[in-house]
């Protein structure tokens, strides 16, 4: 089984030290699909999910995907590239690229900036509108991957970057490592590189150890940062993880962690309410999805900077010059009315 080389240098440097976590040499799973794997749509048929790799070398404390799903091991990129033209011929518009940590892809093949090169292949395919990642690691994030992002029309300017907290001392035991300063400055390139770029992150609070102190700080980078689509998570004790094992007496009470997820979530509203707001009167291209989950009066859809499923959603209210709209169309429309999360449009062609 090939292995990350980076995560096998760390392991050895003992920079990350990996005692008492066997999951690099218990059994592990090798199967990875190929292009030859028969593929059954589970997302609508104009959007599509391709995984590129699958395991992870990382040693964050919190997670156990390492045990459960192997090393890091990339496929080749001709697979990848054959699976998305399968899936173009098929209707597919958009797709997906995802992993445990995309931004690793290749490593395992000798390839630098693997995932740069593959985007270079695969948004030049011949009837695709929409391709993005998700699930990128924040010091992987490199000047020509996000140079490849502005370069081409059909890459989402969207960046899913999880940085899990902004206290060096949380991100410490949570052996990820980074500070806030070296993220808001990867922020703030990301942002000069792709101009418009929209960054999704997610946060956990609660994190043993993590002080009244180290929740200002992550505070005061939420609010500094200013993010566009945010998740919070509550810390939650996952055996077989190395945090499971850290001293009861760092353990965060849970209504201590309940509270500090809805205050980082009452600022994020804050912060997000405002950021919708400058959408009003834009014009974007909209993939139609159907009726709203929450309401058959209206419908939605989503932008190239909403990654299907997760984020804030465009909710339809006006066709325009339609009797009826087509899911898994694209139209022309123009965002009318923002709320905290969502905005509403006006299809216009
Ligand atoms: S949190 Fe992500 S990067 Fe960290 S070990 Fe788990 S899968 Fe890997």
Redesign the pocket.
Known sequence: MHSRAEGDAREKAGRFSRQGWDGATAALPEYLYSDLTPRILTTPRASAYIKIAEG?????S??I??QLRGKFRSRRLESIVAEAENLIAQGVREITLIG??TTCYGEDLGLKDGLAMLLDARAVLPGLKWLRFL?A?PNKVTTRLLETMARHETISKYLDV?L?HASPSVLKRMK?GGTPEGFLRLIAKARAIVPGIVLRTSFIVGFPGETEEDFAQLEGFVREARIDWLGVFSYSDEEGAAAFGLDAALKVPKRTIEARRRRLMRLQQKISAKAKADWVGREVELLVEGESDETELLWQGRTALHAPEIDGKVLINDFGPHEMLVAGTFYRAEITESHDYDVVARILE
């Open positions: 992870c070398d990382h040693p964050c919190f997670c995907i390492p445990q940590d699930y690691y999880p899990q990820r």
